[in-house]
Nanobody, 115 residues
Framework: VQLVESGGGLVQPGGSLRLSCAAS????????MSWYRQAPGKERMLVAT????????DYADSVKGRFTISRDNAGSTVSLQMNSLKPEDTAVYYC?????????WGQGTQVTVSS
């Protein structure tokens, strides 16, 4: 099983980034796919979730209206489009796949929002 994130980097406040997560080794469409983030000194928090088969999306209140999660079941990828970024969005972002007792994590990608 592999989850490989990409797309992180340094961006100015108000800017945009698109994170991607390439999955392999499991039946992607069965899994709930989520993005989490962890800022220095803080607990990991759920940012956005896409239900299996992409039927439902949920977002943390802090990112609603700015972030959009999307998935491509044929390509086994999940993306997070992040707009209107704020300094408080700075964190390591992790891709997560969950189904029944199975729970997989990527290695994380750093997002830094700073002028």
């Amino acid at each position: 099983v592999q989850l490989v994130e990409s797309g992180g980097g340094l961006v100015q406040p108000g800017g945009s980034l698109r994170l991607s997560c390439a999955a392999s080794g499991f039946t992607f469409s069965n899994y709930v796919m989520s993005w989490y983030r962890q800022a220095p000194g803080k607990e990991r928090m759920l940012v956005a979730t896409s239900g299996s088969f992409g039927l439902k999306q949920d977002y943390a209140d802090s990112v609603k209206g700015r972030f959009t999660i999307s998935r491509d079941n044929a390509g086994s990828t999940v993306s997070l489009q992040m707009n209107s970024l704020k300094p408080e969005d700075t964190a390591v972002y992790y891709c997560n796949a969950r189904w029944a007792l199975h729970n997989f994590w990527g290695q994380g990608t750093q997002v830094t929002v700073s002028s």
